[in-house]
T-cell receptor, first 116, second 112 residues
């Protein structure tokens, strides 16, 4: 148990639709990262939020966007869904970010998105 | 960000010691080495982190030679529940630009 909860756990969408995934981090964790994990591959970094500001982004198009709220929970939004967006989306939080990051992230169990 | 190279898969038997080696030839002076474990349909879990020589915790040991161009994760007396994917990552702890970048990992299968 990492204390990081994600919702929904599973969902099915069709191409062109939009999806919002939610993440509740551990109390006091000010940094949230989002990862996409396709079947059989390692997690791919999407972006990170530190104290409500985006703090780094991986090689994902602008239709992947996010938010971090004052309580440090976070959302991942994906617009214009494509078949290749089918994956496990992982949220991870950390008690320290910015210049104090330790390289230790606490991951949730993910949201499995299927795009038909 | 230093790239890492790991074996794609490894097999072992219960009770054996398993050593997974990771190559990171371009590791920078301030980079740390971190290992994560992932079970199917779960998020990765932090196992151990080190900078040089040897680090040990209740789960594993991490051996880092003097040149730091490789590292070895050692799992003592594995059990069936150690079947998982193991990821080796390098990066500059304490740097706000450091983001965990995962490779494909090593799939460890522990047999009875």
């Amino acid at each position: 148990e990492t204390g990081v909860t994600q919702s929904p756990t599973h969902l099915i969408k069709t191409r062109g639709q939009q999806v919002t995934l939610r993440c509740s981090s551990q109390s006091g964790h000010n940094t949230v990262s989002w990862y996409q994990q396709a079947l059989g591959q390692g997690p791919q970094f999407i972006f990170q939020y530190y104290r409500e500001e985006e703090n780094g982004r991986g090689n994902f198009p602008p239709r992947f966007s996010g938010l971090q709220f004052p309580n440090y929970s976070s959302e991942l939004n994906v617009n214009a869904l494509e078949l290749d967006d089918s994956a496990l989306y992982l949220c991870a939080s950390s008690p320290r970010g910015g210049g104090e990051n330790t390289g230790e992230l606490f991951f949730g169990e993910g949201s499995r998105l299927t795009v038909l | 960000l230093a790239k890492t190279t790991q074996p794609i898969s490894m097999d072992s038997y219960e009770g054996q010691e398993v050593n997974i080696t990771c190559s990171h030839n371009n590791i920078a002076t301030n980079d740390y080495i971190t290992w994560y474990q992932q079970f199917p349909s779960q998020g990765p879990r932090f196992i151990i982190q080190g900078y040089k020589t040897k680090v040990t915790n209740e789960v594993a040991s991490l051996f880092i030679p003097a040149d730091r161009k490789s590292s070895t994760l050692s799992l003592p007396r594995v059990s069936l529940s150690d079947t998982a994917v193991y990821y080796c990552l390098v990066g500059r702890v304490g740097d706000s630009s450091y983001k965990l970048i995962f490779g494909s990992g090593t799939r460890l299968l522990v047999r009875p």
